[in-house]
C-alpha cells in the first residue's frame, strides 16, 4: 500500500519550453502533495506543498510563476516548469501525505535536463 | 529554524559488521522523526516513524530508537543490498502541514 507514481521519469527538453510531471497516488487519496528538488549528493529541499483544490504554498525562493502547481484530484497533483534553463535542471521528486497520520511517500523520481 | 544533522556523511561496512547513523535534531515541537532509505535514482524509502523519546521501531536488520535531541538507525550484521543513503527527517508539531525537514544523509556502502 502508499504508492506513488511520477511520469516521466527522465525527460531531456530545450532551453525555453515547458515540462509537465505527473504525480500519482495510486492507492490511496492524498489531499496533501509535496514537490521538492534534489541535487547530485544533496538532500531534499522542500518547493511546494499542493492541496487538492486550492492553491500551492511555495517555500521562500522558488517562483511560483516558473514551477507551476496543480492539485486538481485527490491522486493527481502535476508540476510544470515553465522556459526550462539548464539551471533548472534537477531530479525532482514528489511525495503524498498516505493514511497513515504525516507519513509522506515518495514517488520514484523524474530526472529533468535542460539542454 | 528546524535543524537535521547526520553524521557520518559515510560510512563503509564488511558485511556481517553492525554499527549506527546518527541524526541530531533541532525542531520546535516534534511531531515526528522519520527514517527513509534511497537509492541512488530513485525516491526516498520510507522506514520508519518515530513520535515520542524512548521509542523504539524494528524492521528486519534495521532498528530506529529515539531521544530527545538525537535518533540512531542501528543496522545489525548487514548485507550488501543495505547498501544506500540513510536519510532522517523531522515535521514540526503544528497545524500548518505535514513538511518534512531532511538531514543531508548518510552514504552506507557493506561491502561482501
Known amino acids: 500500500g502508499a504508492v506513488v507514481s511520477q511520469h516521466p521519469s527522465r525527460v531531456i527538453c530545450k532551453s525555453g519550453t515547458s515540462v509537465k510531471i505527473e504525480c500519482r497516488s495510486l492507492d490511496f487519496q492524498a489531499t496533501t502533495m509535496f514537490w521538492y528538488r534534489q541535487f547530485p549528493k544533496q538532500s531534499l529541499m522542500l518547493m511546494a506543498t499542493s492541496n487538492e483544490g486550492s492553491k500551492a504554498t511555495y517555500e521562500q525562493g522558488v517562483e511560483k510563476d516558473k514551477f507551476l502547481i496543480n492539485h486538481a484530484s485527490l491522486t493527481l497533483s502535476t508540476l510544470t516548469v515553465t522556459s526550462a534553463h539548464p539551471e533548472d535542471s534537477s531530479f525532482y521528486i514528489c511525495s503524498a501525505r498516505g493514511p497513515q497520520k504525516d507519513t509522506q511517500y515518495f514517488g520514484p523520481g523524474t530526472r529533468l535536463t535542460v539542454l | 529554524e528546524d535543524q537535521v544533522t547526520q553524521s557520518p556523511e559515510a560510512l563503509r561496512l564488511q558485511e556481517g559488521e553492525s554499527s549506527s547513523l546518527n541524526c541530531s535534531y533541532t525542531v520546535s515541537g516534534l511531531r515526528g522523526l522519520f527514517w527513509y532509505r534511497q537509492d541512488p535514482g530513485k525516491g526516498p524509502e520510507f522506514l520508519f516513524t518515530l513520535y515520542s523519546a524512548g521509542e523504539e521501531k524494528e524492521k528486519e536488520r534495521l532498528k530506529a530508537t529515539l531521544t530527545k535531541k538525537e535518533s540512531f538507525l542501528h543496522i545489525t550484521a548487514p548485507k550488501p543490498e543495505d547498501s544506500a543513503t540513510y536519510l532522517c527527517?523531522?515535521?514540526?508539531?503544528?497545524?500548518?502541514?505535514?513538511?518534512?525537514?531532511f538531514g543531508e544523509g548518510t552514504q552506507l556502502t557493506v561491502n561482501p
Open positions: 527527517a523531522v515535521q514540526r508539531g503544528e497545524t500548518s502541514g505535514s513538511r518534512l525537514t
